[in-house]
């Protein structure tokens, strides 16, 4: 063989070193990258040498983009494998009771409030809620896992969100409820709320006092008549709610004694009451206390039976009142 033919013919091209291409018709062997052409002919010892590297080079090729497809079929067969492998163990996790997987899929399906119930507490107006279990053992008895709004500053008819958040392997249904705020004793914060039997109930214990306060008058030589009618109600209310009396009320009454002679001494009596409260059952309650004469009037003898207790005057006993509830505001 002819090296320097086989040379000439080598399928690199001599311009710029590609791979040349031989025509159709074999006269020529060209560069697809530089365009240089080169003749060949066709008794030349160096054209079967050409032929026979480019077949040895088709035939590399050849193996070469066979092996690369069995590689990439055997990547392929190792994925579906695996994801076989993984479809399978989740299927039978989901089938296998009381495991991870199993609760994940098919939570249990509870409703939380038939062992969460809320308590309320405190006055209305300022009352608080609290959360209760009556199963602590309960997976899902977690305070942590409920919201409750609002929490605090409640009243009587206001209602609060439970909104519960279930754990793992649960389904809460219902997730969230609405309570409404009931049952909590109120602060008597205006007169108006004293009606029907708690107002009757205040004015009896007050006339009460008032004639037990005056009996031995009444019953003396110095007097033959009395009369109470009331006068006014005086309720303060306290500008510090953490105040140990929330509340104040003074009940007051005009009393007329007429004595022997005809003639009427005229006196105001007050009543004093401290933390009135009205319960969800509707009745009052209240600490009782006495009545309160600042002013004991004046002497009409020379023993505590001929004395007229209370003042002599409606503005001055107001005035007193006021002065003794210091901190306290007015509300009627």
């Known amino acids: 063989m002819d090296k320097e033919n086989v040379k000439t013919l080598s399928l690199i091209c001599p311009s710029c070193g590609g791979k040349m291409k031989l025509t159709e018709d074999g006269e020529k062997a060209e560069c697809p990258y530089c365009g240089h052409v080169m003749l060949i002919e066709k008794n030349d010892p160096g054209r079967k040498e050409y032929e026979r590297r480019m077949a ?15 590689q990439r079929r055997r990547k392929l067969m190792g994925w579906i494998i695996a994801i076989g492998v993984i479809a399978a163990s989740f299927l039978l996790c989901m089938l296998i009771p009381d495991t991870p997987m199993h609760s994940l899929i098919s939570p249990q399906t509870v409703d939380p409030f038939e062992i969460v119930n809320l308590k309320i507490t405190g006055m209305s107006g300022e009352g608080a809620a609290e959360l209760q279990f009556s199963d602590s053992n309960a997976e899902y008895a977690d305070p942590h896992r409920f919201q409750v709004t609002p929490q605090s500053g409640l009243s009587n008819g206001d209602t609060v969100k439970v909104t519960a958040k279930a754990p793992a392997g649960w389904r809460f249904e219902p ?9 909590l004793a109120s602060w008597v914060l205006h007169t108006g709320e004293l009606e029907g039997d708690n107002l009757e109930a205040i004015h009896a214990n007050t006339e009460r006092l008032i004639r037990e306060d005056w009996d031995e008058i009444v019953s003396s030589s110095f007097a033959r008549e ?6 006014r109600m005086y309720l303060f209310i306290s500008d510090d709610e953490n105040e140990y009396e929330r509340n104040v009320l003074y009940d007051t009454y005009e009393v007329k004694v007429t004595r022997e002679d005809g003639t009427v001494v005229t006196t105001y009596e007050a009543c004093r009451y401290a933390s009135l409260k009205i319960p969800a059952d509707g009745v009052l309650t209240a600490d009782y206390g006495s009545l309160m004469g600042f002013n004991f009037g004046y002497t009409q003898g020379f023993s505590y039976s001929h004395s007229f207790s209370g003042w002599t005057d409606a503005a001055e006993m107001e005035a007193d009142l006021r002065h003794a509830r210091d901190g306290y505001h007015l509300a009627d």
């Open 56 to 70: 040895e080079a088709r035939a590399e090729e050849d193996i070469k983009d066979l092996q690369v497809k069995r």
């Open 226 to 231: 009395m009369t109470m009618t009331p006068y």
């Open 175 to 183: 997730s969230e409820k609405v309570f409404t705020v009931g049952g």
